[in-house]
């Protein structure tokens, strides 16, 4: 890619998505001097009390999105379902980044197997569906447990069904909507890690520390770094997310989760070709953040210093845990983040709290 | 003070200013859930860019500031010299944090000394000078070389006069406009120290550690952490800010400057009733920045941890230097903050970068 010049200070950055990514987004921008204009289809979108600019519209209209690419530098997005056709029309009026390709390949969770498996990365035995015959050929050779994935607009759990014995593949199948779908054999594994990379618009990489992180209910519980793997693995989990981002010719944050098996040996689950939950602990143990980090990627800057200066412990705060908050402001070594959502129903992301402590 | 309920996430704080202490106090309040409403004097201003509301009037616009008042929680400033009408404007329509008195000695440099030196801290020799004649007197007690200052409305080096000579009284006198002025005699010093601590309406007290400071051209260039001065004067340097921090009743964040002496005694220079330049390293080397605590402390939240978990270097990009900020941002260690401000006129304010160093 032909070298271009940075973004100046005093650029925008238009961003698709407003919530609470957009809104730590926005905000890492700001300390660059750069402004933001949020685009959401929803009022009230939490990133728009930290943005110069916001757009309410659906995220089909590609008149509205025409419209806010022109006022914006460059634009990017919170979340990884953007619809093709919609970052095509705000690409006519501005740069857009990630690439096309990042999107296309994490949208569907098919091609997203195929893709990673392609180039010799390990991921758990999968195949194909768009029938129950499929299903039942596809659990031949997957073998059970199996997780059946709608191959579209799925996360946190949503769009699957686990498949324990064969006689749940009918339930299982109608559960997800019979659509086309991901089948997966449900792998063993120690724990699971991920890696956040940035990938500049030269091809310069940057990785921060791999993360462990704990799952509850199909939802991101708790993120730790350093995580409990071997110097090894580490190196190899920053290879894979390496490979991952060059393959795509990504440009800007991407989240590459993955199992740690008994071995030691990693599969890749999935990725988000985007700043991700799993990050939130380098707004407070970072030089450089996850948010800045993907800022600077998408407007040409030099990538930021990855470098952790302390241990972390992310935990979220999901509906009424957010009730918290008082007692973990009071808390020493902890910093809170809150994201000014109005209602904490369940399974909503309120917000999130880092502890810290010294390095080992 | 009765104890209050903190405000909730949600609520708005109100800004009297708009600049870069404005921006920054906004993104902080931002992560704890917080909206912004700025009011500012100027279109454009930087703080606009990630606050929920913006009010453009003049700060002696009575009608303006009780509509901006009504539509907070709480209404703070983001420097000392509002004037006192339009602090009562706006503590019609909420509440107003830091208390008048903060405001009212802060912004006399003849109150500021009287109240200082009233409970036994040290202040350089100095007299109230309202004539020729008083300047004169005010002489021969504080010595030469000596500066004059107006009470009112001076900062960063403006609204001063340097007398070296007996004879240069009359031309001093002239320069700053023959107002009411405070005489100080010049006092050698090693090092300019500053505390930055934070009062809770409850009267609780934190510190940040104190700072080592660089002026140049009467502006501050450097703040280096930890400053290079003994753990007793450490200590004082802390007493001395949490005794003027009490005694004025101050809610929020407050900057005190000290001038160190070669035999380690502590002078107070001056204080700032509100977020400091030369507490900006917060922001990139401890848990809970001072932007952070100073909303927490008008909000009447817990305050934030002051721990510092590297030691740090934080450098003033005035006017040009802000052409820099490419080289900076490829820097390892570094944290770089612009203001977004669009014009770098000379001694202009456009950002700042810390270096962070582990902990010695």
């Given at each position: 890619m032909m070298r271009e010049a940075p973004l100046p200070p005093g650029s925008t950055i238009g961003i698709l998505g407003g919530g609470q990514l957009g809104r730590m987004l926005a905000a890492a921008a700001s300390r660059l001097g750069l402004k933001t204009h949020i685009y959401s289809d929803e009022d009230n979108a939490p990133a728009f009390d930290v943005a110069a600019e916001a757009t309410v519209a659906p995220y089909t209209d590609t008149q509205a999105l025409e419209h806010f690419a022109a006022s914006a530098d460059v634009v990017t997005c919170?979340?990884?379902?953007?619809?093709a056709a919609s970052l095509e029309a705000a690409g006519r009026a501005a740069k857009v980044f990630p690439p096309p390709k990042s999107f296309a390949v994490a949208q569907d969770r098919l091609a997203e197997k195929d893709f990673i498996a392609g180039f010799s990365i390990g991921v758990a035995p999968y195949a194909g569906v768009e029938s129950l015959d499929d299903l039942r050929s596809g659990l031949a050779r997957v073998k059970l447990p199996a997780l059946i994935k709608t191959r579209r607009l799925g996360y946190d759990g949503k769009g699957q069904a686990l498949i324990?014995?064969?006689?749940d593949a009918e339930d299982a199948w109608a559960a997800i909507g019979r659509v086309h779908a991901v089948l997966e054999g449900v792998v063993l594994f120690e724990r699971e890690v991920s890696v956040i990379a940035v990938r500049g618009q030269e091809g310069t990489l940057g990785f921060y520390d791999p993360v462990e992180n704990v799952h509850e209910n199909g939802i991101l519980a708790m993120s730790r770094v350093p995580?409990?793997?071997?110097a090894s693995t580490a190196f190899e989990a920053r290879r894979i997310a390496g490979a991952i981002a060059e393959a795509l010719g990504h440009v800007g944050v991407i989240a590459i989760e993955m199992f740690e098996r008994a071995d030691g040996s990693l599969i890749v689950n999935e990725f988000a070709p985007r700043v991700h939950n799993s990050g939130h602990w380098t707004l407070d143990?970072?030089?450089?953040?996850q948010f800045e980090n993907h800022v600077r990627a998408i407007a040409g800057w030099p990538l930021g210093d990855t470098a952790r200066h302390s241990d972390a412990v992310m935990t979220n705060l999901i509906g009424a845990d957010v009730e918290q908050w008082r007692a973990l402001a009071a808390e020493p070594g902890t910093a809170v983040h809150l994201y000014g959502k109005a209602e904490a129903r369940p399974?909503?992301?309120m917000g999130h709290y880092t502890r810290l402590y010294p390095k080992r």
């Amino acid at each position: 890619m032909m070298r271009e010049a940075p973004l100046p200070p005093g650029s925008t950055i238009g961003i698709l998505g407003g919530g609470q990514l957009g809104r730590m987004l926005a905000a890492a921008a700001s300390r660059l001097g750069l402004k933001t204009h949020i685009y959401s289809d929803e009022d009230n979108a939490p990133a728009f009390d930290v943005a110069a600019e916001a757009t309410v519209a659906p995220y089909t209209d590609t008149q509205a999105l025409e419209h806010f690419a022109a006022s914006a530098d460059v634009v990017t997005c919170e979340f990884e379902n953007v619809p093709a056709a919609s970052l095509e029309a705000a690409g006519r009026a501005a740069k857009v980044f990630p690439p096309p390709k990042s999107f296309a390949v994490a949208q569907d969770r098919l091609a997203e197997k195929d893709f990673i498996a392609g180039f010799s990365i390990g991921v758990a035995p999968y195949a194909g569906v768009e029938s129950l015959d499929d299903l039942r050929s596809g659990l031949a050779r997957v073998k059970l447990p199996a997780l059946i994935k709608t191959r579209r607009l799925g996360y946190d759990g949503k769009g699957q069904a686990l498949i324990r014995v064969a006689r749940d593949a009918e339930d299982a199948w109608a559960a997800i909507g019979r659509v086309h779908a991901v089948l997966e054999g449900v792998v063993l594994f120690e724990r699971e890690v991920s890696v956040i990379a940035v990938r500049g618009q030269e091809g310069t990489l940057g990785f921060y520390d791999p993360v462990e992180n704990v799952h509850e209910n199909g939802i991101l519980a708790m993120s730790r770094v350093p995580a409990d793997i071997s110097a090894s693995t580490a190196f190899e989990a920053r290879r894979i997310a390496g490979a991952i981002a060059e393959a795509l010719g990504h440009v800007g944050v991407i989240a590459i989760e993955m199992f740690e098996r008994a071995d030691g040996s990693l599969i890749v689950n999935e990725f988000a070709p985007r700043v991700h939950n799993s990050g939130h602990w380098t707004l407070d143990a970072c030089v450089v953040s996850q948010f800045e980090n993907h800022v600077r990627a998408i407007a040409g800057w030099p990538l930021g210093d990855t470098a952790r200066h302390s241990d972390a412990v992310m935990t979220n705060l999901i509906g009424a845990d957010v009730e918290q908050w008082r007692a973990l402001a009071a808390e020493p070594g902890t910093a809170v983040h809150l994201y000014g959502k109005a209602e904490a129903r369940p399974g909503r992301k309120m917000g999130h709290y880092t502890r810290l402590y010294p390095k080992r």
